[in-house]
């Protein structure tokens, strides 16, 4: 075989056009803001828009989730949406309420509710002028009202994102330090607990079907079941998608192979 000379091209039309030799795939990634008060939110997307499988990154100190679902998409399809506010585990945000600019902050994984939002916005906040530190305020009449309203907008811009009512299965990808499999199991269904000694207890996949427990297992990962019946409102997305085909991937901070091969592992599901 005699090796083509590389293809001069001497306009920048030309450059524009796509090579049909390359498959051209739907791949974007983009980044959206979302006013939250007066703080700027951004969701990542990348992969195929509208894709069946959507892998979700919430918590914004969770990078190596975040890296892992970003370049999983990229080798095999998916849609991956990343939120990113501040690096930390709860996202911050400012709002001018009687006069003074306050500051609040929530879980990103406990707003898909009423009582999860209620809960997790539990306090008010303000950058003390004399010490610069943060200090925790009482809730001003209608303050607490006001926060909820932006914080529900804010939700159904992120579920509006997500349309989860389209996909087949929602994944939801993070990473942890302290809870382990063995914290997930007090809550699992009885019986729907499996645990491979040879595998970090860091490690999990948190499951709402039964088929994908059983296949999981078959595998030989840390898996356990959520209790659908009986499982606490906190707002979390496992809980707001109980009814649904619905994986969350747990894997320590450092785990970006663990977690890499649990995606991996969600491809061979039936
Ligand atoms: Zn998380």
Known sequence: MTK???KVVSNSDELAKPDDKVPQTKFVDLIESITLGETE???????NRGDKRLYVRLHCD???AAEAAL???REEGG??????AQQYRAVNFEFTYGGEKRKYY?????IFTPAGRDATLSIARRKNPQTGVDEALAWRLGEKEAVMLILTGFTKTLLNAMDLDSRELVVAVHNNRTYTLDEAAKTAKPG??????GRSLNDFFLVTQESDFAQ???????????DNKNVKDDGSLSVFCKNKRYINIEAAHDHSKQQLEMLQALQELK
Do not use: C, W
């Open 4 to 6: 083509q000379k590389p």
């Open 41 to 47: 939110i951004y969701l990542r997307r990348a992969g």
């Open 62 to 64: 969770e990078n190596t």
């Open 71 to 73: 370049s999983f998409v």
């Open 79 to 84: 849609e991956a949406l990343i939120v990113e």
């Open 106 to 110: 929530f879980d990103a994984n406990r």
């Open 192 to 197: 729907f607990v499996h645990k491979n000694p």
């Open 216 to 226: 999981l297992k078959a595998m030989g990962f840390n898996v356990v079941m959520q």
